[in-house]
């Protein structure tokens, strides 16, 4: 019995250990630059970048952090108006100065104009090639 309790004593300990963060520190003037992609369309997928980028802000804060979603492929559901939950959870993150970009060629191909993206959200030509361009800059590419 007191082997189980001392168990769960050191696993408890590990279970809260604190991030150690790497130098130089997260900062207004040195913020954490984060890129996340969404390719899939699947809802439950959306959902989890969003939440993922949610949990980075929380964690940082959103002065610490600067972020991305590009969303391209299937995933540019993410960032269509017409899905109306989704589209609620983007603009609060947008409030929060996340930046989301559709990649353009996606919407050539899938017929998809301007006025059907959620109101901020910027095009560029080409998603991944947005995703390449920020992680040579030195920015985190996160796959939740």
């Known amino acids: 019995m007191i082997k189980i309790l001392i168990s769960i004593f050191m696993m408890s300990l590990f279970a809260y ?20 992609s969404i390719h899939s369309g699947d809802e439950e997928t959306i959902n989890h970048v969003l939440s993922s980028a949610n949990n ?32 609620s959870r983007v603009d609060t993150l ?19 104009k301007k006025e059907e993206l959620i109101d901020g959200v910027e095009v560029v030509t080409a998603g991944i090639v947005e995703v390449t361009e920020r992680v040579q800059d030195g920015w985190v590419y996160i796959v939740p």
């Open 94 to 112: 947008m409030q929060y100065d996340v930046k989301f970009i559709a990649c353009g060629n996606t919407m050539q191909t899938k017929h998809i």
């Open 17 to 36: 250990a604190d991030t150690t963060f790497a130098k130089p520190l997260p900062s207004i003037d040195n913020p954490r630059k984060i890129v996340f």
């Open 56 to 87: 980075v802000l929380k964690f940082y804060g959103p002065e610490k952090v600067n972020m991305e979603i590009v969303a391209y492929y299937h995933g540019i559901e993410a960032v269509l108006k017409k899905n109306k939950e989704i589209a």
